[in-house]
């Protein structure tokens, strides 16, 4: 696991794990593909915050916090929220809102989302205002119409895949039932989705006719639900908790993992690396593990050592621009010109497809500074400052950058569309 990021105006912090995303969306690929969405295409980030809630911003981006996967009883309880999800964004719903977000940090996004789902519950004196001036009413309130409109595709996307409504059913059923005995919104997807006991009589008619209402879940997606939660509970839970969870008695696989990742987090670190020395053994081709012993040896100041698994990883997984970019991390802390060099390959390539990441910005600053490149260093300082939507630091690095790179090159442009981009910010 990446690790948790700050969310800038809010409390929530957003989480980066290749392998958990991976699994996700595995499961929702067949959704995806349905609403004639390309599944690598549609970014999915989780939010670690245990309440329940789900949204869309910035795109095609499914944004889920680790309370709603957490609480999933079955993978079709997740899979239906997704397939709700992906109908707001086939049907446009997010694109009155486009524009002002274009820009908008992952941090921004939802810490805009908190502010809404507080102010929505009269949490909040006023408003909140977003990173563009984007009002609640202009972002993420769904009309009841909306609503109805992406339950009525997620209805058609599972019947076309032959999977049941019954996961979301039970899901509106819960948030109707946690209404009833709080006496108001209690979980934020209700507040940004208004719900209607309308809407939950459609689905349920819905399931009491459609001929793939009986449908289970499949064993795999069985299988995925089990280690995407053990995986975050083992994250995010003390470790006290986890080891209960999963003693010593219990040797699957999944219970192993969950070990591992509580063992490494007290830190226990010799009987972490047990234990996934024996994972990568018994696996050999799981990128996973040797990402997570990576990440071990590197975070308790074992550089060198980090290399090895993080470059296995690389080599198993090579289209996991978040192994390029642990990876990137480790060369650049080996102060050696030579990864150095290596590692500005590897975060360029990262930031293609995590333009958002600023963590890529700010390593690319780094290992260009080291190589003597002051333009460029001060070019991926602008991008920094623009992905965590920082008005006056992009624009100065945009303009530090101007005077020091080539004119006419395709660093140079960039630098003076960062300076653009960057008027549409608020400070």
């Known amino acids: 696991m990446l690790g948790s990021r700050d969310a800038a105006a809010g409390k929530a912090t957003y989480l980066r794990d290749t392998e958990i995303e991976s699994d996700i969306r595995t499961m929702a690929t067949p959704i995806f593909r349905t609403a004639g969405l390309e599944p690598k295409d549609v970014a999915i980030y989780l939010v670690d915050d245990p309440q329940l809630n789900s949204f869309v911003a910035g795109g095609q981006a499914i944004f889920l916090n680790s309370g709603l996967v957490e609480r999933a009883q079955t993978p079709n309880q997740l899979i239906g929220v997704i397939a709700h999800e992906t109908g707001h964004i086939a049907g446009g719903h997010i694109t009155r809102a486009e524009q002002a977000i274009k820009n908008a940090s992952i941090e921004q996004i939802i810490a805009l989302v908190v502010g809404v789902a507080a102010s929505v519950a009269g949490q909040s004196p006023a408003p909140l205002l977003g990173a563009a001036g984007v009002g609640q009413q202009a972002f993420l309130q769904y009309s009841v119409m909306q609503e109805a409109t992406a339950d009525h595709a997620a209805l058609n996307y599972l019947d076309r895949t032959c999977q049941s409504a019954r996961g979301l059913l039970k899901f509106l059923e819960i948030l109707q039932s946690d209404e009833i005995l709080s006496g108001a919104h209690s979980d934020p997807w209700s507040r940004t989705h208004p719900l209607t006991a309308q809407r939950i009589d459609y ?100 550089v060198r050592d980090a290399m090895q698994p993080y470059e296995e990883a690389v080599r198993l997984a090579p289209a996991a621009p978040l192994f390029r970019l642990s990876l990137a991390q480790v060369y650049v802390e080996s102060d050696d010109p030579r990864l150095n060099r290596r590692a500005i390959a590897y975060l360029n390539d990262v930031s293609r497809s995590e333009r958002r990441e600023s963590e890529v910005w700010h390593l690319l600053a780094v290992a260009y500074g080291r190589d003597r490149q002051m333009g460029m260093a001060a070019l991926s300082l602008a991008e920094e400052a623009l992905a965590d939507g920082k008005k006056t630091d992009a624009t100065q690095q945009s303009n530090r950058a101007k005077q020091l790179l080539a004119k006419n090159t395709p660093p140079y442009f960039r630098a003076e569309e960062i300076h653009r981009e960057a008027e549409h910010l608020d400070n």
């Open 203 to 302: 689905v349920r008619d819905h399931v009491e006719r459609a001929r793939c209402s009986n449908t289970p879940d499949t064993p795999a997606n069985i299988a995925l639900l089990k280690e995407i939660q053990a995986k975050l509970h083992a994250f995010l839970d003390d470790p006290a908790t986890t080891l209960a969870a999963y003693p010593e008695r219990d040797q699957s696989v999944t219970a192993r993992y969950a070990r591992a990742i509580a063992y490494y987090r007290i830190p226990k670190l010799d009987r972490a690396l047990g234990i996934v020395d024996g994972l990568i053994r018994d696996f050999p081709n799981n990128p996973y593990y040797r990402e997570l012993k990576g990440q071990m040896l590197f975070e308790n100041g074992r």
